[in-house]
């Protein structure tokens, strides 16, 4: 697939340059992936102990187990990979240029 990018003056509002580059499928790491599942889980499993404690049908403590320190752990790990996701490819894109 290539796409073909035009760059305009716009001052002049004419064609300065135009060039085709070719594109790729980008991958997404499974990292990347496995980490964005992790926060919308670890999201869920919190809303799901706050829904639980407020209406005070479930087991109490276990609810606030699971909402005050195993989900926000659990998110804070998964951004974690994220950030180090995000350097690494800074890393690789730096030995690239």
Partial sequence: MLV????VDSRARATASAITIPITKVMI?????????????A??????????IASGSTDLPTDIVEGEMLAP???TANAKVLET?????K???DIRA
């Fill in 4 to 7: 073909r990018i035009t760059f």
């Fill in 29 to 41: 790491s499974p990292a990347t992936s496995s980490a964005v599942r992790g926060l919308n889980d």
């Fill in 43 to 52: 999201a869920f499993r919190f809303d799901t102990s706050a829904t639980n």
């Fill in 73 to 75: 752990t659990a998110y």
């Fill in 85 to 89: 996701q995000a350097a690494m490819n």
């Fill in 91 to 93: 890393a690789l894109l």
